[in-house]
């Protein structure tokens, strides 16, 4: 049995700008799959192409079993998507939406609206399943597009950056509901995230993509044990700085990306049991401490070990930024394309930290 998404060699150009180039994947039946990255990586692109929505320049994929070129009507009715932009229209209830979706799958009144109760309870939006869409929070917003993705009851979930923008109780309840899904109905999840702390929470494996390649793939503890040391974060005076990094560096561990212009990083390779000694080796020096951390191998130090930046902030360190839709112009026009082809929604870190002063 194949697995329910697998692409090898997934290519996708935008005249001269390579968006995802040379893409292999593959989702077990029945995992949460984080693909993780900064804004511009190639995350959304491979998802559209994956969801039948751009055709690859180059490789192919199969989800639920069908070609996405040559199968996409099948690939289309066997998923279910959520996008980072969901085309809503406002004018209309959450149960009007439910059950137009459900009517755009071919799903018999009656069914809708026992499916559309259903889904709006589990995502706990029954007692504002009569208002207009227009008057829901971001997270209400999120919640009805995930009930809305579900109600054919795909086999694939595409969770498209899902919790983007919203805020901290929000998102733990998206994740809570995304857990909720694939424990109990056994849904293969694939999640797009720029956020860290997301991939490690839902994620059982996780794919890591920058400028379009997949850098590092496993589960997001095998990928922080492959790390090794904690990470050692320094903050000192200015006239020491580069006497420091020099120190550090040669004796307790080889430089790693700083999350701040003015840090020194080094994984430590003693660990915590090394502190008293780098203190006392930076007060030989005169050196005055002005921060110091220690930090558990996270997936932010996996992804610096692979590209040489840190993911927080990659934005800024260069790359090809292609907009919120990894696509020229990113207008949101791909989040349009990805409700219709899915079914007609269109329509309507955790660290030990010690400072010093």
């Not at 860290?196 to 997001?220: K, M, N, T, Y």
Request: charged share 25%; proline share 4%.
């Amino acid at each position: 049995m194949s697995a329910p998404i697998e692409a090898r060699g997934l290519r996708r150009t935008f005249g001269d700008v390579v968006a995802v180039e040379e893409v292999d994947l593959e989702v077990r039946d029945g995992e949460v799959f984080g693909f993780l990255g900064p804004n511009g990586a190639g995350k959304s692109t491979t998802v559209r192409m994956l969801t039948t929505l751009l055709r690859p320049t180059a490789g192919w994929a199969r989800v639920a079993g069908y070609d996405v070129v040559t199968d996409a009507d099948a690939v289309r009715r066997s998923i279910g998507v959520a996008l980072q932009d969901a085309a809503i229209d406002p004018l209309m209830t959450g149960n009007e939406l439910v059950q137009l979706q459900a009517t755009l799958h071919g799903i018999g009144r009656a069914e809708a609206r026992r499916r559309g109760a259903e889904l709006l309870e589990r995502v706990g939006l029954t007692a504002a399943g009569d208002r207009r869409v227009g008057g829901y929070s971001g997270g209400m917003r999120r919640r009805l597009d995930l009930a809305m993705s579900l109600v054919h009851e795909p086999a694939v979930l595409f969770l498209d950056e899902p919790t983007t923008g919203l805020d901290p109780m929000s998102r733990i309840a998206l994740w809570e509901e995304v857990r909720n899904l694939n424990t109990e109905r056994g849904t293969t999840v694939l999640l797009t995230t720029q956020y860290l702390e997301e991939a490690d929470q839902l994620a059982g494996r996780i794919a890591i993509i920058d400028h379009g390649r997949i850098v590092s793939e496993g589960s997001p503890a095998d990928l922080k044990a492959e790390v090794g040391a904690p990470t050692l974060v320094l903050r000192v005076d200015p006239d020491h700085r580069e006497a420091v990094a020099t120190l550090v560096a040669e004796r307790f561990g080889g430089a790693r990306p700083a999350p701040r212009p003015d840090d020194i990083a080094v994984g430590l390779s003693g660990g915590a049991g090394a502190m008293a000694e780098v203190v006392r080796s930076l007060d030989e020096l005169g050196a005055v401490i002005e921060h110091v951390e220690l930090n558990e191998p996270s997936l932010d130090d996996v992804f610096a070990e692979a590209t040489g930046r840190r993911l927080e902030g990659a934005e800024d360190a260069g790359g090809t930024d292609l907009g919120s839709d990894d696509g020229p112009g990113g207008d949101g026009s791909g989040a349009d394309a990805v409700g219709a082809a899915a079914g007609g929604r269109g329509a309507g870190r955790r660290r030990r930290r010690r400072r010093g002063g």
